[in-house]
């Protein structure tokens, strides 16, 4: 049964990622006119910060928080150019929580979450790192909320497309998570786990500005083929 589900995905991501990409350059016009009058909102939210680095990078010793402002800059920009605003929950190095006292964590995701309802978005993307104790895993992995289908259909046309770069070993299929920026709103919310800083050939890859302008190109592209999809009405978007 689950595995009939799984197909069923899978062929609803194929479908979706052939109109996407028959589309072509269309698909950035069909977007622009969906952002047009009012423009849709994307907010990018770039995990961790300030005291929290979150992972680290085992070859170079790079932090996540910083490889994720770095690709949510980048993101914001491609979004921008697509015709979106943007929102990035956390604009610098800095942390949302205020002074570093007890219960920072807390107080870091609750202005998130502050963040995401003000700005009413069309998508949520929090961009992370992942890390293993298994050296040899690896890739990108995306994350939906169980029970939501908008965050589901989001992360699986994001994942699809990421499957689809040239760097992309072993195809994932995207997976329910039960994490607070999923849940701490209803709207269409993804976490992108972008690749393992515990695997070698990963950290190598993202450490790379050319690699992080590819990925962002990537989720952009995913992100547009959900919006335009649901803009046409297909499928069960609600
Ligand atoms: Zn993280």
Known sequence: MKKFRHRT?????????SVAFTAGVCLYALAQTAAASPRMTIV????????DGGVVGRQTGVKESDLNLALSRTL??????????????????????GAATQGYKRRDMQRRAEIIR???????????QNFFSLSSRRGAQVFFREGNERSRTLACAI???LNAMP???HPADALRGDYYVLNCSD?????????????????????????????ADTICAGT???????SSGEGAFG
């Not at 899978?10 to 979706?16: D, E, F, R, S, V």
């Not at 920009?77 to 604009?91: I, N, Y």
């Not at 269409?188 to 990925?215: H, K, M, P, Q």
């Not at 547009?224 to 649901?230: I, N, Q």
Request: net charge negative; charged share 15%.
């Open 44 to 51: 990018i939210d770039a995990g961790h910060g300030g005291i």
């Open 224 to 230: 547009l083929a959900y919006l335009a999809a649901a």
């Open 187 to 215: 709207y269409a919310s993804v976490i992108v786990e972008c690749g393992f800083l515990s695997n070698a050939a990963d950290e190598a890859l993202l450490v790379t500005e050319a690699y992080r302008a590819r990925l």
């Open 167 to 169: 760097e992309c070993v």
């Open 118 to 128: 003000e700005s009413a978005p069309a998508a949520v993307i929090s961009v992370h």
């Open 159 to 161: 994942q699809t497309a």
């Open 9 to 17: 995905l899978l062929g609803a991501c194929a479908i979706l990622l």
């Open 76 to 97: 914001q920009a491609r979004f921008e150019e697509a015709g979106f605003l943007v929102v990035q929950t956390r604009p610098t190095e800095a942390g949302l929580y």
